[in-house]
C-alpha cells in the first residue's frame, strides 16, 4: 500500500458513527495487539488550550530526554502532522505500513456491523507507531469531548489534562459550561492526577472537583494568579510563575514563543502537569522546561509570518478563541489598521464568536472554508457587515489575501481567523505568496 492509498483509506471511513461509545474503537485496538497497554500517556481535554498546551508539554518532556509522542487533532500542515515522536511526522511508509495492517481489522468489524469511524482508525495508526518505536510517554489530544471521545481506551494516565471550556460543540456536549464539563471529565480515570485549567467560567471547577473526588484523583488547579506577564509581543510571551507545587514557590522566569496573556494560563497548566510528572517519579529539570518552553511549537495559533506589515495566521473559531484573539489585537495592534481574513463552519456559533472581534477590523475578507460544514463566504460577510465593519466575499483563498495586501501598507496588519480547516490552506497561500515575492 502507497501513502496515498493510505489517506484513500482513511478518507473513506465515516466521520462519525452511528451511535456514541468506546465498544468500537476499543475491539479495533484489541484485535490490533493493544498498543496502548504498551505506553504511559498524559491525557488533553477542553475547548481551548488543548493543543498548546500539548505542544508545550511534548517539547519540554523531549528536552528532558524522554522519547515522546504526540497525538493532535485536527492538523494544520499536513495530515502526518496528527502523529509526531520528538517533533518528527511519521514517515510515510510507516503510516502506510500500519494501514496496510490495521485496514483488514477494519473490513472485517464493517462485514459483522461495526463500522470503524476516521479517527478511531486514525488512533488506532497513532497508537501502533508509537508502541512500535516505544515511547517513553505519549502526549494524547482528545478529538471531540471526552467521555466518548475514542482517545478514552486509555487506562489510567499519568496525568488528565482539562483546559479552558467554553460552549462549542454544544449540538453534541451539551449546552452549558455545567454540561460540556461533565463530557470532558469523563477522561479522569481511577486513582490518577487531574490537573485543572484554572480560569474556568463558573460552574466548572465544581464539575471537575465531583468527577475527580468519584476517581479518587489528586486534583491540581493551575492557579492562573501563580503566572505573571512580564511582556507579550510578537516574538513571545515572557512570564514570571510560582507555586508551591513547583521548586518550592521559588520565581522562575520562562518564554514561550506564543502570544497572548492566555497562553501564559496555558503555560501554568503545563507546569502544574509538569509538577504531577515529576512526582510520578519523571527526571524533569527546570532548565529542562525552560528550553523546552521556549522552543515549543503550534502551528497556526497567533502565528506571526511577517512585521511590516504584521501577518498573524490564528484558528480561532469558537467564542473562547475569539476571545483571546480579541486581547492580544487589542494590545499588540491597537495602533494599527487591520485588515482581516475569515472563514468559519456553519455549525458553530458564529455571530457570539464574532461580536467581540469583529470590531477591532477596518475591513474583513470572507472566505468559504474547504469544508462540507463551512458557512458560504457570502453568508459570513454579510454577519460581519450586521456589526458595521466593511465586508467583501472572495471565492478563493490566494485572491483574499492578495487583496488584504493591497489594503494595507508596512504599517498596517492582516490578521487571518477563523476554521483550522482554513487556517491550514491560508498558511500554504501566505508561505507561497512570500516566496514569490
Known amino acids: 500500500m502507497t501513502y496515498k492509498e493510505a489517506i484513500e483509506k482513511i478518507n473513506s471511513l465515516l466521520v462519525f458513527?452511528?451511535?456514541?461509545?468506546?465498544?468500537?474503537?476499543?475491539?479495533?485496538?484489541?484485535?490490533?495487539?493493544?498498543?496502548?497497554?504498551?505506553?504511559?500517556?498524559?491525557?488533553?481535554?477542553?475547548?481551548?488550550?488543548?493543543?498548546?498546551?500539548?505542544?508545550?508539554?511534548?517539547?519540554?518532556?523531549?528536552?528532558?530526554?524522554?522519547?515522546?509522542?504526540?497525538?493532535?487533532?485536527?492538523?494544520?500542515?499536513?495530515?502526518?502532522?496528527?502523529?509526531?515522536?520528538?517533533?518528527?511526522?511519521?514517515?510515510?511508509?510507516?503510516?502506510?505500513?500500519?494501514v496496510d495492517k490495521l485496514f483488514p481489522i477494519v473490513e472485517q468489524m464493517k462485514n459483522e456491523g461495526k463500522i470503524i469511524?476516521?479517527?478511531?482508525?486514525?488512533?488506532?495508526?497513532?497508537?501502533?507507531?508509537?508502541?512500535?518505536?516505544?515511547?517513553?510517554?505519549?502526549?494524547l489530544e482528545t478529538g471531540l469531548g471526552g467521555r466518548f471521545d475514542a482517545t478514552n481506551i486509555i487506562d489510567t494516565p499519568l496525568a488528565s489534562v482539562i483546559m479552558s471550556i467554553s460552549l462549542d460543540h454544544t449540538a453534541i456536549l451539551g449546552d452549558t459550561y455545567e454540561k460540556i464539563a461533565f463530557e470532558k471529565c469523563g477522561i479522569i480515570k481511577p486513582g490518577g492526577i487531574t490537573i485543572l485549567y484554572g480560569d474556568q467560567p463558573e460552574g466548572v471547577r465544581e464539575v471537575v472537583e465531583k468527577a475527580a473526588n468519584e476517581k479518587n484523583n489528586r486534583l491540581m488547579i493551575a492557579d492562573k494568579n501563580s503566572v505573571r506577564k512580564i511582556d507579550v509581543s510578537l516574538d513571545g510571551t515572557r512570564f514570571v510563575f510560582s507555586s508551591d507545587c513547583f521548586n518550592k514557590g521559588t520565581e522562575l522566569e520562562f518564554k514561550i514563543p506564543f502570544i497572548g496573556e492566555h497562553q501564559i494560563k496555558n503555560a501554568a497548566a503545563?507546569?502544574?502537569?509538569?509538577?504531577?510528572?515529576?512526582?510520578?517519579?519523571?527526571?524533569?529539570?527546570?532548565?529542562?522546561?525552560?528550553?523546552?518552553?521556549?522552543?515549543?511549537?503550534?502551528?497556526?495559533?497567533?502565528?506571526?509570518?511577517?512585521?511590516?506589515?504584521?501577518?498573524?495566521?490564528?484558528?480561532a473559531h469558537n467564542p473562547g478563541g475569539t476571545h483571546a484573539l480579541s486581547a492580544a489585537i487589542s494590545e499588540l495592534l491597537h495602533d494599527k489598521h487591520i485588515i482581516g481574513i475569515a472563514g468559519m463552519l456553519a455549525d458553530k456559533d458564529v455571530k457570539g464568536a464574532l461580536a467581540e472581534l469583529v470590531p477591532l477590523f477596518d475591513r474583513i475578507i470572507t472566505v468559504t472554508p474547504d469544508n462540507p460544514r463551512a458557512m458560504q463566504a457570502s453568508e459570513l460577510s454579510q454577519i460581519v457587515s450586521s456589526f458595521g465593519v466593511s465586508s467583501q466575499a472572495e471565492d478563493d483563498y490566494k485572491t483574499a489575501f492578495e487583496k488584504a495586501m493591497s489594503y494595507t501598507d508596512s504599517n498596517g496588519a492582516i490578521v487571518v481567523f477563523g476554521s483550522l480547516y482554513l487556517a491550514s490552506d491560508m498558511r500554504r497561500v501566505i508561505t507561497s505568496y512570500f516566496e514569490n515575492n
Open 270 to 315: 503545563a507546569l502544574y502537569t509538569i509538577s504531577a510528572l515529576r512526582d510520578n517519579g519523571m527526571n524533569i529539570p527546570t532548565s529542562k522546561v525552560a528550553e523546552g518552553l521556549k522552543n515549543a511549537v503550534f502551528p497556526a495559533r497567533m502565528e506571526v509570518f511577517g512585521k511590516a506589515p504584521v501577518i498573524i495566521l490564528d484558528g
Open 117 to 139: 469511524t476516521e479517527f478511531e482508525l486514525v488512533l488506532a495508526v497513532g497508537l501502533e507507531w508509537y508502541a512500535q518505536e516505544n515511547c517513553d510517554v505519549v502526549v
Open 17 to 98: 458513527g452511528s451511535k456514541p461509545g468506546l465498544e468500537r474503537v476499543r475491539e479495533l485496538v484489541e484485535r490490533a495487539g493493544s498498543p496502548q497497554k504498551k505506553l504511559r500517556f498524559i491525557h488533553v481535554a477542553g475547548t481551548n488550550g488543548k493543543g498548546s498546551v500539548c505542544a508545550m508539554l511534548s517539547s519540554v518532556l523531549r528536552c528532558a530526554g524522554y522519547k515522546t509522542g504526540l497525538f493532535i487533532s485536527p492538523y494544520v500542515l499536513e495530515f502526518r502532522e496528527r502523529f509526531q515522536i520528538n517533533g518528527e511526522m511519521i514517515p510515510e511508509e510507516t503510516l502506510a505500513e500500519i
